[in-house]
Every structure is written in C-alpha cells, then in structure tokens.
C-alpha cells in the first residue's frame, strides 16, 4: 500500500489546477509515474490493489485500472496474476527520465563545456530588468509609446502581405526594412549606406558577437575602449579575443595608444558618437586617424552607435562609417533604445565584402528576424512617424537629464558629482569622499533605487568610484522619489 504522504502526493497532483484539463485515469497515472521517476517508490515496490486504491481517493475502480494498465504498457509497472502490480525493475534511464541519484550527481558535476562555453558562461551573460527600476540605465520610455499607431501599421501590412508575412523571411533582412535604414542613417548619420549592404539582426549585441565570430579568431588582438559596455566586453572575452583596453580622455578613445603599439590588431570596438559610459565624442582628428589605421593594417573599426538618436546639445558628429572611403568600418545601431527594447531588432551596415559572408553566417545563428515586425517598422520609418517619435522623446530625455541634475546637485552635493552628458538615456557620476562603489550600490538597492558601477566597467584597476544613473524611462517625479530615497541611504554609509 501507499505510505500516507504518497497517497497524499497523489491527491495533491490530481487536484492541482494546472492538471484538471486531463482525464482523471491520465492523471492518475502520471501522478504514479511521477512517484516512480523520482525515487519514492523503488523498483519491486507494490502497488495498492486497484479497489482499494480507488476508495482511497473516491473514484471508480475502472479508472484506477485505466491508470495501471497504462503504466504497464509504459513499462513502469509489472502486472502478476494473483500477486497485483509492483514497480517494474528499470535501468538507469527510464523512459527518457533519468534516475534521482543520477540527477543529483549531474547536478554537482561541471557542465562539460566548450573553452568558448566555459568562457561564456562563466562571463554572467548580459542580462536586462524585465521590470527596470531608478536609476537602471540604458532603458527608454515605453509608456508613451504610440502602440495604436504601430498597431495600425501592423494590420495594414497583415491587411496588404497576408500570410507571406507568416512564412520564413529572408536572413538578410525585408528589403522595405533595409531601405528605410539605409535612407535614415544616411540623411541623420552621415553614414555611406544602401539597402543590399544593411543586415537586419536582432540587437547590438548579436551584430558584435557575429563580428567577433567572422572576423577575428581565438587569440587575436583587438583594441577596445576603457570603460567600455560590458556587454562587447564580455562579448569579444568570450569568442576567445586578447581585449587590450584604451584609455579614454574628452575627446574619445586615445588612438595614438593605438599607433604607437607595435604589436598587430585586427579591429577596434568604438562607441564613438556617445561614448559608453563617459559620454565623450570621439575627436575628428582621432577618427580619420583610425580610419587610415585600419586601411594600413586590414584591421576593421566595429562602430556601435548605440543612441546617437539622443543628443541634446547641438547635432551629433557624424558616423565614423561615413568617413570611411576605405570600407573597413561595419556600423552598428539598434531600434532598442530608439523605441522599445521587445522589438528586438538592430542592423550593421556592411563593407560589400562582408555581406554575403555575414549573412551566411546569421543564417546559422538564428535564420532572421520577424517579417511581420520588420515590415510594420519599415512603414513607421517610411511615414515619418520614427523620426517624429525620436524628436519629441529627445525633448522628454533632455527635461528628464536637467531633473536628474538639479536633484542630484540639490539633495546628493557630498555624495556624488554628477558629468551631465551631452545625450544618451543616462548619467555618469563620480563619488566624492571615501564612499565606496559596492557600499553605495548595495545602500541604494537596500532603498528599492538600481546602480551601476562605473569601476566595473574599465580594465584599469585604478579606476575613479562612480555610479551610471539611467533617466530615461522615469518621470521627472520618479526621479525625484528616487534621489530623495538615497539621501538617507548615502548618510548611513558615509564616514563621518
């Protein structure tokens, strides 16, 4: 018979409300089964009698049959005339389930990994707030999002392409797609671009690590900037890639520490536009002297130009892909900080050598991106309606940015200095005094409010203590309720 707290088991599997679209006999039978599969009834264990069994938990006997007989035509039971059922002896994997002792030896072993796999698993990966909080950065507005309008945009492209949108896309990228993009970076970013050498992707972050993946190999050199986004950081550690950092000044990367090494790179990372997380823009002088360093050393210039979108001091310089007349730069941009990071959409404007190859290889990673997606932001695009929405969110980051500045520099004087950016969704500031980063993280996310370090994010050990202070998906009064809760958190942790 069953012992009180397998019966119980049994009951509570059968009530459970995920399970009452099943047939009573089927669930039953998996509750069993269930029993068996982790351990609590061993091999040779009898089973009630099919009668007393069904008393116990107030059904028919034949549903109680109905359950055995299918156990014994999976092979977890044995049936004996005039004996009963007993648990049927079975190897150590038993249909597709493997043992309990096992599953926890498994659990304890190292994953058996790839030296790619251990290094990205080991990296942590680059994870996002499914539910952002002040001051996570790097995140927009969505609230006022005109979902009605992309809404409508969408059944007019379901109303026009029918069911071609619900079939497999091409892995380069809806050609509608590609020429809006191509149209818009050209007129708003300078940039030398045409529909057949953009490559539709699903972020950033995928165009980097295709980039790492085709153009260099395990081993290979490359020069990214310090600080840089963590996620190129851990994208390029983990395809194996020497990273050697270069500092940063006001100006952008320090390129003569790129000339002057004599040791061959084969690219360089760059946010140049807007520097990640300093704000900085890269000089005109340094980017025409990396564009003849790449040109000279067949090196290639990965450009991420993350949130060019949002500057509030005047208009961007324009892309470093622009000024390249020697086709070694490939540029990178993303709709996720531009509208809304579920639409999981980015693109690379390709030197005309890479774009077969590149796409070839998209084609292995993930096929390609949603045509019905794609072909609703080609007509946002194409309707004005991108280049409206852009307009007036830098208008509501810009009043967001000065109220982050005022409360910061109001209520938080002795605690950070704030380096108001000239765009971007957020706002690096430096600690004053003997506050330590992990103190001020740790106090800050102890009040409900989310930092990031700014230590973390360079290669150099010497590093000034600081914080990014994300402002662009909170309200003016949300950053205020913010900053007016680290002021206690930051006095408790300072040293008198």
């Not at 119980?8 to 039953?28: F, G, N, Y």
């Not at 034949?62 to 079975?90: K, N």
């Not at 730069?329 to 996720?336: K, L």
């Amino acid at each position: 018979m069953f012992r009180h707290s397998q019966l119980e088991t049994v009951k509570a599997w059968i009530a459970h409300p995920a399970h009452v679209t099943m047939p009573l006999h089927a669930r039953i039978q998996r509750a069993i089964r269930q029993l068996i599969v982790d351990g609590a009834l061993g091999p040779g264990k009898p089973l009630p009698p099919s009668r007393a069994l069904a008393t116990s938990l107030g059904v028919s006997r034949d549903t109680v049959e109905a359950s055995y007989g299918r156990l014994h035509a999976e092979g977890f039971i044995e049936r004996r005339v005039g004996s009963g059922s007993f648990v049927a002896q079975m190897p150590e994997f038993t249909t597709g389930h493997r043992s309990v002792r096992r599953q926890a030896l498994l659990r304890r072993q190292a994953p058996n990994l790839s030296e790619r796999g251990k290094a990205m698993f080991s990296s942590g990966g680059v994870r996002e707030m499914l539910s952002p909080r002040p001051f996570a950065p790097g995140v927009p507005e969505t609230r006022t999002f005109p979902l009605q309008l992309w809404e409508r945009l969408e059944r007019q492209v379901r109303r026009e392409v029918g069911t071609q949108a619900l079939g497999h896309g091409d892995p380069q990228g809806t050609e509608a797609l590609r020429r809006a993009i191509a149209d818009y970076v050209n007129l708003e970013r300078g940039a030398r671009a045409t529909a057949d050498r953009v490559l539709i992707l699903t972020s950033s972050q995928q165009a980097m690590m295709l980039c790492a993946s085709m153009l260099l190999d395990p081993g290979d050199r490359i020069f990214i900037e310090d600080p840089a986004y963590y996620g190129a950081r851990k994208g390029f550690d983990a395809a194996g890639l020497e990273c050697v950092p270069v500092r940063v000044d006001p100006q952008g990367i320090a390129v003569e520490q790129i000339l002057a090494d004599p040791r061959k790179a084969k690219a360089v990372s760059l946010t140049p536009s807007h520097q990640f997380p300093t704000g900085a823009t890269l000089a005109l002088d340094r980017r025409l002297a990396l564009i003849e360093w790449a040109a000279r050393h067949q090196a290639w210039i990965i450009e991420d130009d993350y949130d060019s979108e949002f500057h509030y001091a005047g208009k961007p310089m324009a892309c470093v892909q622009g000024l390249d007349r020697h086709d070694r730069t490939i540029y990178i941009g993303t709709f996720t900080k531009s509208l809304f990071p579920g639409l999981r959409i980015g693109y690379a404007v390709l030197p005309p050598q890479l774009v077969e190859p590149m796409t070839v290889a998209r084609t292995l990673l993930d096929g390609h991106s949603a045509p019905m997606a794609q072909l609703t932001l080609a007509r946002f695009i194409e309707g004005g309606h991108f280049g409206a929405y852009v307009r007036t969110m830098r208008g509501i980051y810009a009043q967001r940015l000065d109220a982050l500045v005022d409360l910061v520099q109001t209520h938080l004087p002795d605690f950070v200095e704030p380096r108001v950016p000239a765009g971007g969704l957020q706002m690096p500031c430096l600690l004053r005094g003997d506050l330590s980063e992990r103190s001020v993280i740790a106090a800050g996310r102890h009040a409900g409010i989310e930092l990031l370090g700014l230590s973390a994010l360079h290669a150099r050990g010497d590093a000034e203590a600081g914080v990014l202070m994300g402002f662009a998906a909170y309200t003016p009064m949300e950053i205020e309720m913010a900053v007016r809760k680290l002021v206690p958190a930051f006095r408790a942790i300072a040293k008198p």
